[in-house]
C-alpha cells in the first residue's frame, strides 16, 4: 500500500461516498487510487472553487462532511473561495490537495504555492503531510475537526512523492483525541437556569435562529421551545428554513434586508434570545442600540462569537440541542406575551399579502418567489445565489419544510448551482431548485456539464436584468452618481446555451404567463432552465 492508497482506504473509513474534484498531476496518484474504490463516486467539476461548493451542498443537507480534492498550484488556490465560503457559514468540508515534491518545497517550482499558509486564516486547521504513515491518522482528525464544536472546513496537502511511497503499516485509530482540542457540548446549569428565569419574566421576547440550529440537528428542540413558551421566533439569513412561513410564531428575516415584521420585532422586544448566529452586521446592523435597549442571551457553540460583536446578559456556550434540551428539561414558565404576539401578527399578515409592483414586457421577482413556492415540494430545497436574487428569494419564497441554503457570511456569487449539484449528489430524489441572476450564473455556468453528466433533475430559475442588479440599485442612491460597470452587456443567449448542453429552456417576460411556465419547468423530466425577464431597476425594496 502507498500513500494514494492509504489516503483513499482511510476516507472509505470515514465513510465517505463521493468526492467532487479536478485532477492535475500532483493528486494522480490519489485519483489513480480511487479507480480502485467503487463505492466513491465522483465528479469532475469544471473549475475548482466549484468543487468547495459542491461540497458545501453536500454537506448541507446530507449531515456529512462534504470532501473535495483538487491538484496544486491553480487547482488549490482556485479553491481557495470554496474553503473560505464554507468557513464563514461552518459548513464541515474536508477539503485534498495535491503538492510538489516534499525535497522541493519551498523552491518555487512549477505549480507550487503554500495552500496551507494561504488558507490559515479561514479554515478550522490544516496539514502538510510528510510522512505516508501519518494519513490515517490526519485524515480521521481532520474529518473530527471538520464536523464537531463549530464545524468548518479542513485542508489537507499532500506532497506527490508522499502519495507515491509505500506505507509500512496502516493503523486507522479508533479514536480521536487532540490536544488543545476539547469543544464545549453541555451548557453551564448555573447559566442555564439564569436564562430560564429571564425568560419567565418577559413580556416581549423574542427568539432569533441562525445556521448554527441547522447544523446542531436542533430544529426540533427550537420548535419545542417556541411552541411551548408562545415565544415568536425571527430567523437570520441561515436559519430561514427553520420553519414554515405560515407558522403563527414566525416573524420572518431580521436585517438590512430582512422582513418589516421581524425588524420590528426586535426593535420592540424587551429579551433576545440569540440561539446559534454570530449576530453579524447584515443581521444585527446597530448590535449597540439592541444592547442598551434589551436583555441578550446568546447560545452559540463558538465562544470566540460570543461577545464579539454584541455583550450578552446571559452567554451559554455550548451545543444547540444539547443546550435547548437541557432548558427544555428544566421547565420554562411560558411568558404572558398574547398581546405581543398579536401586534407581531398584524404586522406579518400585512407583509405576507402585500401587493407586489408589476412592469409590462417584465416580472417581479417577489410574485415569481411566491408562486414557486406555493408550487414545490414540502422538503425542497433551493439554493440561492448571491445578489438581488438572494434577497427577493429570502423575504418572498414560502418556506415549508424544506431548506434553503445560500452563502450568508462570504456572500460569493456563483455558489447556488454548484451547491444544487451537490444537493442532487447526496440526495437525487429530492426537488431541487437554484434561483440565481444572470450575473452569477455566468460565473458557475459551465458547470451544467457536470448536471448533464449526471442526468440530473435540477432546475434553474434565472433572473435576467442584464445587470449587477444590487449594486446597480446601490449605485442608483447618494452619494454615487449612477450605475458604472454594472451592465452585462456581451452575455451570451441564455437559451442557446442552455440548448449547447441539451437542457430544455423556458422564457418568461410577462407575469400573466408566469403559472403555466412554473407548471412547466418544475414538471420537466430532467434539468431546466427558467429565464425569468427582470426590469434592471426593480430594487429590493419595491
Keep these: 500500500m502507498n500513500g494514494a492508497q492509504a489516503l483513499i482506504e ?10 467532487f474534484g479536478y485532477a492535475g498531476a500532483t493528486i494522480c496518484p490519489a485519483v489513480d487510487a480511487l479507480k480502485d474504490a467503487p463505492e466513491i463516486g465522483y465528479t469532475l467539476v469544471r473549475t475548482e472553487q466549484n468543487a468547495g461548493h459542491m461540497a458545501s451542498g453536500y454537506a448541507r443537507v446530507s449531515g456529512k462532511a462534504g470532501v473535495c480534492m483538487v491538484t496544486s498550484g491553480p487547482g488549490a488556490t482556485n479553491l481557495i473561495t470554496g474553503i473560505a465560503t464554507a468557513y464563514m457559514d461552518s459548513i464541515p468540508m474536508v477539503a485534498i490537495t495535491g503538492q510538489v515534491p516534499s525535497h522541493l518545497l519551498g523552491r518555487d517550482i512549477f505549480q507550487e504555492v503554500d495552500i496551507t499558509g494561504a488558507v490559515a486564516p479561514f479554515s478550522k486547521h490544516s496539514y502538510l503531510v510528510k510522512d505516508p504513515g501519518q494519513l490515517p491518522r490526519v485524515v ?23 502519495q507515491e511511497q509505500a506505507v ?5 485509530p479508533e479514536e480521536v483525541n487532540i490536544r488543545g482540542y476539547k469543544p464545549s457540548v453541555k451548557g453551564n446549569d448555573l447559566q442555564i437556569k439564569r436564562v430560564v428565569e429571564a425568560i419567565g419574566k418577559a413580556k416581549q421576547p423574542i427568539i432569533c435562529a441562525g445556521g448554527g440550529v441547522w447544523l446542531a440537528g436542533a430544529q426540533e428542540e427550537l420548535l419545542e421551545l417556541a411552541e411551548g413558551t408562545g415565544i415568536p421566533v425571527v430567523k437570520t439569513m441561515m436559519g430561514i428554513s427553520l420553519m414554515p412561513t405560515k407558522h403563527p410564531l414566525n416573524m420572518g428575516m431580521i436585517g438590512a434586508h430582512g422582513n418589516h415584521c421581524a425588524n420590528k420585532a426586535l426593535a420592540k422586544s424587551d429579551l433576545l434570545i440569540m440561539v446559534g448566529t454570530r449576530a453579524a452586521d447584515r443581521a444585527i446592523v446597530q448590535p449597540d442600540e439592541i444592547q442598551r435597549r434589551m436583555a441578550t442571551i446568546h447560545i452559540d457553540v463558538d465562544p470566540a462569537e460570543i461577545g464579539k460583536n454584541m455583550q450578552a446578559a446571559v452567554p451559554l456556550v455550548g451545543n444547540v440541542k444539547v443546550i435547548l434540551r437541557q432548558m427544555l428539561d428544566l421547565g420554562i414558565s411560558a411568558p404572558d406575551c398574547s398581546q405581543w404576539r398579536a401586534m ?7 407583509e405576507l399579502n402585500r401587493p407586489f409592483p408589476s412592469r409590462p414586457g417584465s416580472v417581479f421577482p417577489g410574485t415569481v418567489m411566491r408562486k414557486l413556492g406555493e408550487r414545490l415540494d414540502d422538503d425542497a430545497v433551493v439554493c440561492a445565489d448571491v445578489g438581488q436574487n438572494q434577497i427577493f428569494t429570502c423575504k418572498y419564497l414560502p418556506q415549508k419544510h424544506g431548506r434553503l441554503l ?27 431548485v437554484v ?10 455556468m459551465n458547470e451544467l456539464a457536470a448536471v448533464k453528466c449526471a ?22 442612491r447618494p452619494p454615487y452618481h449612477g450605475p458604472f460597470g454594472v451592465a452585462l452587456d456581451g452575455s451570451p443567449d441564455f437559451e442557446t446555451i442552455a440548448a449547447a448542453y441539451g437542457v430544455p429552456c423556458i422564457s ?4 400573466i404567463q408566469l403559472d403555466g411556465a412554473i407548471d412547466r419547468f418544475l414538471s420537466e423530466p430532467g434539468p431546466c432552465l427558467m429565464i425569468c425577464q427582470v426590469h434592471p431597476d426593480v430594487s429590493t425594496t419595491d
Design 435 to 444: 434561483v440565481c441572476g444572470d450575473g452569477s450564473f455566468q460565473m458557475a
Design 168 to 172: 509500512k503499516s496502516f493503523d486507522w
Design 455 to 476: 442526468g440530473m433533475d435540477l432546475k434553474i430559475l434565472l433572473f435576467r436584468n442584464n445587470t449587477l442588479g444590487l449594486v446597480h440599485q446601490i449605485q442608483s
Design 140 to 162: 480521521r482528525e481532520a474529518f473530527h475537526i471538520a464536523s464537531t464544536g463549530r464545524p468548518g472546513p479542513v485542508l489537507i496537502d499532500i506532497p506527490i512523492d508522499v
Design 508 to 511: 418568461v417576460s410577462e407575469e
Design 406 to 432: 445560500t452563502s450568508g457570511g462570504l456572500g460569493t456569487m456563483g455558489y447556488a448551482l454548484p451547491a444544487g449539484v451537490g444537493v442532487k449528489v447526496a440526495q437525487p430524489n429530492r426537488q431541487t
Design 344 to 350: 407581531l401578527a398584524d404586522y406579518r399578515r400585512a
Design 10 to 19: 482511510s476516507l472509505k473509513r470515514e465513510g465517505v461516498s463521493h468526492i
